[in-house]
């Protein structure tokens, strides 16, 4: 596609529910990030894919938050029994490997909210 | 560990003044630095980076290893540059991103 494209836009869940979040990369970009940008914050990293490896999850913030790309193309985010605190926008992005040369795309974002 | 900081939440100019957002970075090795802008109900998207040594938009940055920084600047705010700019931050290894909190500017007529 013509960028990256997240849905849903939007999420509310109660408390203790569990949600996923999906992610359509810009065709043949073989890294994937996911970050989470909370109110006021700039984003902060969540985790990397290069094709269907997950090469990095050092930010996840608890094994509640789990993301998965099978194929190496489209990628989902899942987080079990929500908490208020996982309020936030689930930014994704993609790039070629080029990165310095072309930095990454992002997408428009699901805003979370956890009531 | 690398931190990216942003000191100003908020730089209000009057339009034709110059701008120079401020951006200074901790990281001991040879970082890759960005500069994205983030326009009203817009996606982020990408500014400048600093290995191209481009001028977008009339804006520029200059990586100063000594002081570690890598300033955004323009000589004359118009009001179409009023968004929000994140600083950010690739280390040599590894490909995430730091981004710094970010930068609100608002140029007024």
């Known amino acids: 596609g013509a960028g990256v494209s997240q849905s849903p836009r939007y999420k509310v869940a109660k408390r203790g529910q569990d949600v996923a979040l999906r992610c359509d990369p810009i065709?043949?970009?073989?890294?994937l990030f996911w970050y989470q940008q909370a109110l006021g914050q700039g984003p902060e990293f969540l985790t990397y894919f290069q094709n269907e490896a997950q090469l990095d999850k050092s930010g996840l913030p608890s094994d509640r938050f789990f993301a998965e790309r099978p194929e190496g193309s489209v990628s989902t985010l899942k987080i079990q029994r929500t908490q208020q605190e996982d309020s936030a926008v689930y930014l994704c992005?993609?790039?070629?490997?080029?990165?310095?040369?072309?930095?990454?795309?992002f997408g428009s974002g699901t805003r979370l909210t956890v009531v | 560990a690398q931190r990216v900081t942003q000191p100003e939440k908020l730089l209000s100019v009057f339009k034709g003044a110059p701008v120079e957002l401020k951006c200074n970075y901790s990281y001991s090795g040879s970082p890759e630095l960005f500069w994205y802008v983030q326009y009203s109900r817009q996606r982020l998207q990408l500014l400048l980076r600093h290995i191209s040594r481009e001028s977008i938009k009339g804006f520029t940055a200059d990586l100063n290893k000594g002081e570690t920084s890598f300033h955004l600047k323009k000589p004359f705010a118009q009001e179409e540059d009023s968004a929000m700019y994140y600083c950010?931050?690739?280390?040599?290894?590894?490909?995430?991103?730091?981004f710094g909190a970010g930068t609100i500017l608002r140029v007024k007529s």
């Open positions: 992005a993609s790039s070629s490997l080029q990165v310095p040369l072309y930095g990454y795309t």
């Open positions: 065709s043949g970009h073989v890294s």
């Open positions: 950010a931050l690739k280390g040599e290894y590894g490909n995430k991103l730091v």
